[in-house]
Structures are given as structure tokens and as C-alpha cells.
């Protein structure tokens, strides 16, 4: 499947969508960028950090609320397509459901066990507990209500089709948010055969039950890393903070990053793929799952 | 290499001697992780780090970290899980030291990452906590590190991202149920100020080589309180600054 | 460090003891052995399912308190030690926290955040409800108190000298009960490089600075089967499940493989080993945690 | 190979048969392994096995499994994961069919695996729930296996570790929170028990081959209900019964 059949047949208009949930590497830029080719409106992005990827959706409009602790990008810090939409309503306003990263994984793992909330321990005393009206405090204790995105989406470094990922490196927030999510879509760096994935149950991140697309997408997490594939493309990490600072600079990002691009293949012969490939092998002690 | 040294480069310096050798440390983005490896690589040699990201580490990474989830960050790494197990180690007071990054701080140690002027119709916009209200709610101690402005050092911030020592009447934190002690220190482009143990307002422990207590109270909105026993920071030292510069981006 | 120092130095009387938190594979048997030969009195123990181990330490006598969720032995159900001490007070009464597979792993992740409980939607309509002071009904959810035990003792296939552990297979809640504990306890199969571990950061189950011992022990899940190493020996349960019927037949049952065994080492010459021992291999594919 | 069977043999079949294609199970011990692993060879060749200790399948292991935990159910496994992921699942109604062993169960379908007589002092200690009242709370629908005994199908149980259609009223389980929709068969080493839609009592839907009502009626404490057209079970089909013994101990 390719990602604009995956986007097109499971992320609707409206739709609550998980997106970067690895918090800085395996951000699935290229799915957020398929989102913004087909004009998804009035979307809820759910997610801790998300890279500059939040803030791409806004800017281009796709957006109707944010749930997650932080938007901004990894270069500079603020988000200008972010400040531009809460400050002026440019290009429309958007409701902000603010957390932490600590609340929002409780938020999604009280939707794995189908719970209203969750308890924790964090944001006590922060201003937050005013804003967001699904956090509150109780008795000495801060309730998080369940966030239950309809699709959760992830890059991953490899799956098979039938929809079995391996992921690996920091996790972020990634199992808690596929499994609270109603349905997920999987990008993955390399497509495998199912006797790699079944190699190693622990390493799949997701029951396949909850996988309705695999899609092959080499470099669909850049600028974002990839551990054993890709380091950060700090270029043009730094480029897109740049140009975003003004509505028009965006706009031409926009055009000659996403809208002018027709898809993941011809967005990776725009980048300098040998200054961010990586080429070594640090590869993992094999473990022995015989049974007899 | 130059003795001479920037501003960022005494910050990293002062953050890299929070770090006591053995603790455990969570350390944000930037220039905290440059502290952690400048620590872990002159005084502190067993301090770990841990990152909200999802990794633990007792050594640092070998080249230039753009992000705590930057490939060389994850090579070697002693631990690669989920944010919310890294999480429940601060909620059991497990980690000794945090680091969060702010746009404005009050003189109680409050923090603002998001919102100047009203949440509804913001003057500006700011990222939001990240994992920061975790960090000063749940880390047994917590530093900020700043640019040492008067729109940065507000007599009181709009909005309370990350707590610090709320109103500063006595044993603020204790009596909302916050379980870590708060922030231990701002470290600015100018000074380091500190705070009375139980909590309560900052005051400048030390000012920096080169500047001057009035060049402080200037760029403070509010009128700052000075150590009886006010010095000057130590300058960094030659091994700091080699740590340092060996990891700045090329 | 062998597991009698382990026990010696990390486990007093009195102490909340997770085991078994396998619920079948990885059991600690050796560790509970050693729990006996050192005569612990007072023990809580903390588990799901947990094979024949707790039933072993109850007829045993060094347990205080159960909080688990069954108590049997996995070849025919019943629990022998456990009937005579609940039915009889032989060899003494026992208190009983009873609990579901699922509300003792919520109980263990609320000590993990540090919360004072978690709301579940199991144990409505279940007199368990009335039986656990621990586990109340509020607002149509269930609110499971935190379980905090001071030592979880693990079984896995490989740890290094520092106490990363790398444990393959299903986890059940191991995670979870040494994320919760105050220090745990690792006993291995192999005692492996650091360099072994460290390839593989996903694999390691736990933080090491919850680790303050690291035991060699090899054959220490026996009778239960370790992935990779040992199937399960289904003699060695049966046996037991028979010869623990009468109290002498237990009392038999421990002087012969317990109190009369110094250790892991001399209970393993005992054991048929080769109709044990998985020699085949079934490696898991490597992944590559280059970054360059 | 014989076409005789055992009792067991005939409750291993009508269990494998409650299993439809494509459905998740959750499998529990001992005989609903088995089942599951002869439904998935014969009818239900796409139907996926859920084991609380941590696993997901979609082919029966390829051999003797003394429990779910055994090196045979790991190995090809899909997935391999804690056992609060798999409860996860289970929570959100994912699981279709639930299997659950008891020592007593009553006209309503409500198990005890607790205490036979007051819980300070019990007449009989049994082992407790496992993960006996998620799967009674939770699955969309369950049945349990029982050798048909009086002091096993008791009119009320003396204590509810798993809860079925509780007292009988309709809409019980609604009206209590349960969200998973109860027992729909009580499968015994004579007959096969349903209940009505909604919840209520168990009525005998079938009796099994060479067994009759008059036996069913003397083994069961409570007055049995009987449908209308009650018939026969159907005896182990040859293939079913080649699936069981590839699957017994040696």
C-alpha cells in the first residue's frame, strides 16, 4: 500500500490522529506530509514532542486542536506556524489541549485499559490544570482522562505485511499510543519477510490487529533519525525553522517541500542522502528462541 | 585553545558542577546534555543519565547530540524503553537532578513555556512544558538555565508552566503535594542565583567573571536579593571548556 | 555473587518478595530455596500465577501474607500447602489479598508511578471486592492500591556483572514488579559481557540502578522452563504435586530437594537434565543500532 | 485410530467448535489450549489464540504444552509482550472468546475458584482467580469446562470469583459495569449449557452422546432447565479427534 492509499482510506477529516509519538527520532514526516497534500481538515493531533511536524500541520490548516506537551521545532525551540495560529488565527485558530510528556503517555494508557482517567503525581501547582479541561485534581492527585486517537501512526524500521514492526531505540510514547488508538498505519524502512519479524515476538511493538496499512516508505521519518538508518538532517532541520518564521517563507517551504512533491520517492532525491546515511553496523547479540 | 569563553560556555560549565558524581540525571535538550558529558567526563565519572526519550546512559554520547534522541545518543545507551518507565523512576524521587529550559522564570523559581498574556489570545505562543512540569514536580532538585534578560527574570510570570517555589511563603511545594524540592538554582548569561532550602526567592549566589552585581539587578525586573557572601562564579576550567567545545555542532 | 549471599544480604524477614512474576516461564525456584534453607519468616509474597513456588514457601512456613492472584501448582490446580494453611493453619495461618492477573499487574504499575492506586475495569461483580481491603469499587471503576514490594527476584536468560538483564519470551509482569520494587534481585543462566547487553538496550527488562545483585544460576527456574535453555520438566511438577498432598509427603519433598541440597549446583545433578535441555537454535534476527 | 472417545475428548471438541473463524481467544490452561489448537487446524484456520502470559498466536504450537508459558507457544509466536498489553487488549472488547476452568459454578453461570465455605476458614482453599474474573469481566463472551459433578453445578455459589449473569435479573452485567457480555456455555463431561440472550439461566442445549437428561438432572444441584429442542451433541468429528491425541502427553 502506498501512504496516500493509507491516508486516504484511514485518516479522515476530523480524525483524532497520533502522529510522532518517538518524540524526536521515527516521526513519520512523510505520512504528515501525504495529510497536507490531501487537505485534511479539522484534524486533533495527539503527541508529546513531534519534531516540527505540529507545526507543519498547522501551518498548512489541517488543524483543529492540539493535545500534547510540546510544539514547536528541534532547532530553535518555537514553533512559528504555532504562534502564528494562537496569536493571530493564521491560517485559522486552533483549541490547545495542553500536557506533559509524563501526562499524555497516562493519557493514552488509560485508553489501552479502557479506563476514564488515570492518576499521577504530576502537574501539581502548574498552571495547566486551568487550561486543559480534561486534567483535573482530586484529592491530592491529578486525573488524566483517556485520549483515544482513531489512528496512530508510526515509523518504524522495519515490518512485515502482515503488519508486524520492529522498532528500536527509545520508544517514546509509541506502544501506549498504538494500542490505545482505534487503528494504526505502520511506515516502515524496510519491508520484511515475516520470518525476520517472528524471529523476535518481544521486538514487535504492536499486536497486528490493530495494523490496517504497511507502508514502504524509505525516509519517511527525515529530517527525524532513524537508529541503523538515517542520523538527523540537521540542515534542514535548521532551514525549515528559518523559513517558517514569516507566513510567506512557510508557504514556499510548503510548496517546494510537500505540495510540489508528489510523494516520499521524490522527496528523498531532494535531500542530501549521503551526508545522513548511516553506513555502519552495530548490530544486536542474537537471542535463542528453540524449544527444544 | 582560547581561555577566553562565552557566555553559554560558563552556563554549561556551572550546570556541568550541579551534577554531583553517582546521581542520577534528567537531562533535557541542549545545553543540559552538554553539561551531563562535561560532568560525566571531569568530576562526576559515575553519574547516569537518563532522557525523557527513553534512554539511560552512563557515558557520554561520542559525537554532536542535536536532540536526546539523536542516533549517537542511543549507541551504548544502558537502557532503551518507553518515556512513561523513565517517568515512573522520577515519580519514585529516583532522579537527583533535572534540568528544564524555560522563556521567562520569576523570582520563586516559576517557569512559563507557554503562554504570555492570556491562554485564549496569547501574546506569544510559547512550545508548551515538554516533559518540564514533570521534571520540576517530580526531580528531587531542579536547575534552569537562561539568557539573563529583564523580559526573561519577571517579578511574576504570566503563566505557571513548571512550578518552582509557587508564592514563596514557606514549604509552598509541600503543602500542594508536589513531591520534589524544586528548583535549586538559575543559571543565567550573568549570575547563578540560589534558594533558601524549604523554598522561597532567589538570590544571587555568584556573578559571573566579567560582569558586575549592577549589571544583575539592571536586567532583573524584580529587586534582587545578594548572598551575603556573593563571589564570583569560578571561570570554566581548561577541562570543561575541551568537553564543552568538543561538542558543540561544527 | 551467589544466591545465599543474595538472599542473605537483600531479603529479611518480614519483606515483600515479587516472584514468579513470569506467571509460568522464568520462575525464581532457586531463589525461593534458598528463601527456605535460610528460614525467612513473615515473607509477603507478591505474584500472579507463580507455578509451585509459593505453595513450596508457604508449606515452608515463611509466609506471612499472600497477594497474588492464584496459588496452585500448574500440573492439577490445587495448591496443597496453601489448602492445609488457609484450611488448617498448618504450618501457620496465612493472610490473603486476593487478586486477578490483571489488578495485581495495575497494583504493581501504581507503585511504578508512584500513585496511590489505579482505576480498573476488572473485579465488578466479584466478591473479591469484599475479601481485599486493597481493591474497593468507586464510581463504577475499581481502585486498586499500589503494591510496593521490597525485593522482586527475576529469572532470566542473561545479565551482565552490572545487572542489565536481557529476558526474552513472554514478560508477563516483570517489568512492571521490579519497576515497582525497591532493589531487585537478578539470577541468570549466563553471566555475560557488558558488551553482550549494552548491543541490545531494548532487551535489558530493567534499569540497572534498581539491580543490587546479580546471581550465576544457571538451571534456577526448575521446573519451569526458561526460552532458549530449559523446557519445562513436567516429571519433576508432577512429583510434586503429588508427594505435596500429605504434609509428610511435602515434608519429604522439601528435605530431599531443599534443605538437604546446599545449592542451585548440587539440586541440579539431581535433575535429568538431559531430558530438559533445549539444544536447538532459533536465533533472532540482529537489528543495527549503528549511528553513523 | 479409535473412534471411541473419552469424556474429556468430547469437551476438548464442543469448546474447539465455540471458536469462530477470525475471532481473538483468550486461552487459558489445559484443555481450551487444546482447543483452541483443533479449531485453529480444522474450522477456524484464521483465528488468533491471546495468552495472558504475554503471547499472541495464530498456529497451535507444534507440541505438548503443559502450560501457555511452555518454549512451544513462544517459539513463532506474533507477538511476545507483558501481560498488561494482552489485558489491554482484552479491556477495549478485543477479545471475542474468553475460556475459564472453575471447581463450582451455578444455574447463572457465576464461577467460584476462591473459597468452598467462609473465606477466614474455608472448607477447601482453591487456587483463586488467575486471570479467571478478567476474562469473566472482560471477553465479549465466555464459556467454561466442568466434569458435570453436584457438588460442582450448584444452585448458588458460596463466593463469585468470576462473575456470569450474577442473580439471574436481565441486564445484570449492564447494570453492574461488567462490560463484556457474560457466559454463553457451560460445557460439562455430560452436556452442553447455554444461556438466553441478556443473561439469566443456563438451560441444557444439548446432552452429550451415550449420556442422558435423567443423568443430567441427578448430577446437577439445581433444577435444570431444558430447551425445547434439545438434541444430541455431536460426537468428535475424526479430524477433531486427530487434533485432540496429537496434543495429549505422552
Redesign the interface.
Known amino acids: 500500500m502506498t501512504m496516500a492509499q493509507a491516508i486516504d482510506a484511514f485518516v479522515a477529516d476530523g480524525a483524532s490522529v497520533a502522529l510522532g509519538t518517538g518524540l524526536e527520532p521515527l516521526i513519520p514526516f512523510a505520512a504528515g506530509h501525504e495529510l497536507i497534500r490531501q487537505r485534511r481538515q479539522d484534524l486533533e493531533l495527539v503527541g508529546p514532542i513531534s519534531d516540527s511536524l505540529f507545526d507543519e500541520l498547522i501551518g498548512a490548516g489541517c488543524v483543529r486542536r492540539i493535545t500534547a506537551a510540546w510544539v514547536g521545532n528541534v532547532s530553535e525551540g518555537l514553533g512559528h506556524c504555532y504562534r502564528r495560529s494562537a496569536e493571530q488565527g493564521v491560517p485559522r485558530s486552533i483549541e490547545i489541549h495542553d500536557h506533559t510528556n509524563f501526562s499524555i503517555s497516562m493519557a493514552l494508557w488509560a485508553a489501552a485499559w479502557n479506563v476514564p482517567y488515570l492518576p499521577a503525581r504530576t502537574l501539581l501547582g502548574s498552571d495547566i490544570l486551568g487550561t486543559n479541561p480534561n486534567i483535573r485534581e482530586v484529592d491530592g492527585l491529578v486525573h488524566i482522562s483517556a485520549v483515544r486517537p482513531d489512528v496512530t501512526i508510526l515509523h518504524v524500521q522495519r515490518c512485515d505485511a502482515q503488519g508486524r514492526a520492529h522498532a528500536w531505540g527509545p520508544l517514546g510514547i509509541s506502544e501506549e499510543a498504538g494500542l490505545a488508538a482505534e487503528r494504526v498505519i505502520i511506515a516502515c524502512e524496510e519491508l520484511v519477510d515475516a520470518a525476520v519479524t517472528l524471529s523476535d515476538p518481544n521486538r514487535i511493538v504492536l499486536p497486528e490487529t490493530k495494523v490496517v496499512a504497511v507502508v514502504h516508505e524509505p525516509g519517511g521519518a527525515h529530517p527525524s533519525p532513524v537508529q541503523g538508518f538515517w542520523k538527523r538532517d540537521h540542515v534542514l532541520d535548521n532551514a525549515y525553522a528559518a523559513e517558517s518564521r514569516t507566513r510567506e517563507g512557510y508557504e514556499a517551504w510548503l510548496k517546494r517541500w510537500v505540495l510540489d512533491v508528489p510523494d516520499r520517492q521524490a522527496y528523498m532525491t531532494m535531500v542530501d542522502v549521503d551526508s545522513i546515511r548511516i553506513t555502519g553496523n552495530r548490530p544486536s547479540e542474537p537471542v535463542n528462541f528453540a524449544d527444544e | 585553545m582560547s581561555d577566553a569563553f562565552t557566555a553559554q560556555e560558563m552556563m554549561i560549565a556551572v550546570a556541568a558542577r550541579e551534577i554531583r558524581d553517582r546521581e ?1 540525571v534528567f537531562v533535557g ?1 541542549r545545553l543540559p546534555i552538554v553539561a551531563y558529558a562535561v560532568a560525566r567526563n571531569t568530576h562526576a565519572p559515575n553519574a ?1 543519565g537518563l ?6 546512559r552512563d557515558q557520554a554520547a561520542t ?1 554532536y547530540l ?7 545518543n ?12 523513565v ?3 522520577m ?4 532522579v537527583d537532578l533535572g534540568f528544564i ?1 524555560g522563556a521567562e522564570v520569576d523570582r520563586y523559581g516559576n517557569l512559563n513555556t ?1 503562554y504570555v498574556g492570556p ?1 485564549e ?14 521534571i ?3 526531580s528531587r532538585r531542579w536547575v534552569t538555565l537562561m539568557t539573563h534578560e529583564r523580559r526573561r527574570l519577571v517579578e511574576r510570570v504570566s ?5 518552582g517555589h ?1 508564592d514563596g511563603t514557606p514549604d509552598w ?1 509541600r503543602r ?4 520534589g524540592g524544586g528548583p535549586s538554582a538559575i543559571i543565567t548569561t550573568l549570575c547563578v542565583f540560589r534558594f533558601p532550602s524549604g523554598g522561597g526567592e532567589a538570590y544571587v549566589d555568584s556573578v559571573h567573571p566579567g560582569h558586575t552585581l549592577a549589571e544583575v539587578r539592571e536586567a532583573t525586573s524584580w529587586e534582587v536579593k545578594i548572598d551575603a557572601d556573593v563571589r564570583e562564579t569560578p571561570p570554566p576550567t581548561k577541562a570543561e571548556l575541551k568537553e564543552i567545545r568538543a561538542r558543540s ?1 561544527a
Open positions: 542520577l535538550m547516569r532522557f525523557e526519550v527513553g534512554l539511560m559525537s542535536g536532540t536526546m534522541g539523536d542516533p549517537p542511543v549507541a551504548g545507551a544502558l537502557w532503551a524503553t518507553r518515556m512513561s518507565n517517568m515512573a523512576l515519580a519514585q524521587g529516583a529550559g507557554s491562554p489570545r496569547p501574546r506569544v505562543k510559547l512550545p508548551g512544558s515538554g516533559g518540564g512540569a514533570d520540576a514536580i517530580l503563566f505557571v508552566t513548571s512550578p509557587g511545594r500542594h503535594g508536589l513531591l555542532q
